[in-house]
């Protein structure tokens, strides 16, 4: 190596660095997602240090419109939906999801080994169902100053993405 160039400190040891994957949130709207992957992923933050996340995700399949604005997504593109699992509300939350992802189990079939299973089977049950999210922004506090996405969970029927892709593609040609 040369004795001219100084590897800065933060470019040392790449080779045994953590790679972390960056997320697009859905916003809001209704989709058609295929679910992709489930992970499980500790918190990189040291202020969240023990802080877990249930993470989904998906491929958007039909992205409709949501009080008359267009979403951010296109079909193709990939979101994730992700949960703090330290939050009150993230256990309610993802027994909604995987009601809505496995509607064949009611929420006493979500075992501990069921959802180990989403994690270490390859693949896991689960990959390539598509299912319809819709997805809402509520309001918190006194003036609505604080905002979280809501979202609820189906799978889909043929009926359903037929529906979908007609009010997509209508909407996208009323836009142009």
């Known amino acids: 190596m040369s004795e001219a160039f100084n590897l800065p400190k933060g470019l040392k040891g790449l080779a045994t660095a953590k790679v972390w994957g960056s997320s697009q949130y859905l916003t809001p709207g209704k989709y058609l997602l295929k679910v992709k ?30 009080n008359g604005q267009e979403t951010k ?6 979101v994730s939906w992700i949960v703090d699992t330290a939050q009150p509300s993230a256990r309610s939350n993802i027994v909604q999801f995987l009601t809505g992802c496995f509607p064949e189990m009611v929420q006493k079939d979500l075992s501990d080994e069921f959802l180990e299973s989403l994690f270490v089977l390859d693949p896991p049950p689960g990959i390539g ?45 009323s836009a142009a």
């Open 73 to 78: 997504f296109s079909q193709g593109d990939e």
């Open 129 to 173: 169902r598509e299912l319809i999210a819709d997805a809402f922004e509520i309001k918190t506090g006194s003036e609505g100053e604080g905002r979280f996405t809501k979202i609820t969970w189906a799978l889909f029927d043929e009926k359903m993405k037929a529906e979908m892709a007609a009010k997509a593609a209508a909407t996208q040609q």
């Open 37 to 66: 992957s489930f992970k499980q992923q500790d918190s990189h933050n040291p202020k969240k240090s023990g802080s877990s996340y249930f993470i989904v995700a998906f491929d958007v399949v039909v992205a409709t419109y949501k």
